[in-house]
């Protein structure tokens, strides 16, 4: 299984300012992914962080918003761009390796709190 | 939305009882998987299930599924107050997972 840490874990930030989200896996993976997580909810996916490619956003996400890099197989980030109250969230970083039952991990999260 | 959906929303049961936790979903699936995720934590993997498989078994956890019923159990036997989380189910179409509502247990000592 992979190991996948992210920092920060917790932070708070003010409304109109942007957090960069950092996620590294002990081991090269194929497919990484954020998720946000709002409270007392489930998980939803914002995008499938793509290596040397754009990432492919799911609905009700835009680049704009939630840019992603993936420069390599073990590290990825997600910033959330201009910050809202509504932005208040766990944001949670995972990954799927080269096995092929495809099991997907994930990292500690992010707890993010936005005044 | 393939979302799944897990009931019951919430479970309350004594230490030493066991709890079942069912999960339904909406499309075609390869894979399932069970996830923990105690109080504002990270998610930890419990089980995958494959779609030809009816059912896994992993200490005290079975997992089962019904790829005609579209839905999957989860028993925790003999449960303890560390059992204490939500539950998620989380499904896959293609390579991505979505996951389900979840279900939050309390085991009571």
């Known amino acids: 299984s992979a190991v996948i840490s992210q920092k920060p874990s917790r932070d708070i930030c003010q409304r109109g300012t942007s957090l960069t989200i950092q996620c590294q896996v002990d081991?090269?993976?194929?497919?990484m992914f954020w998720y946000r997580q709002q409270p007392g909810q489930s998980l939803t996916l914002i995008a499938t962080?793509?290596?040397?490619?754009?990432?492919?956003?799911e609905s009700g996400f835009v680049i704009d918003k939630f840019p992603i890099s993936r420069p390599n197989l073990t590290f990825s980030t997600l910033t959330v761009s201009n910050m809202s109250p509504e932005d208040s969230s766990i944001y949670l970083c995972?990954?799927?390796?080269?096995?092929?039952?495809?099991?997907?991990?994930f990292g500690p999260g992010t707890r993010l709190t936005v005044l | 939305s393939q979302q799944g959906e897990e009931d019951p929303q919430a479970l309350s049961i004594q230490e030493g009882e066991n709890a079942t936790m069912n999960c339904s979903y909406k499309?075609?699936?390869?894979?399932l998987q069970w996830y923990r995720q105690n109080s504002g934590r990270g998610l930890v993997h419990l089980i995958l299930?494959?779609?030809?498989?009816r059912e896994k078994h992993s200490g005290r956890l079975r997992v089962t599924l019904d790829t005609s019923k579209k839905s999957s159990s989860l028993l925790i036997t003999a449960s303890r107050a560390a059992d204490t989380a939500s539950y998620f189910c989380?499904?896959?179409?293609?390579?991505?997972?979505?996951f389900g509502t979840g279900t939050r247990l309390k085991v009571l000592a």
């Open positions: 962080a793509n290596q040397g490619s754009e990432a492919t956003y």
């Open positions: 499309t075609s699936i390869n894979n």
């Open positions: 299930i494959r779609s030809n498989e």
């Open positions: 989380a499904t896959d179409g293609t390579y991505k997972y979505i």
């Open positions: 995972s990954a799927q390796g080269w096995s092929s039952y495809n099991e997907q991990f």
């Open positions: 081991s090269q993976v194929t497919m």
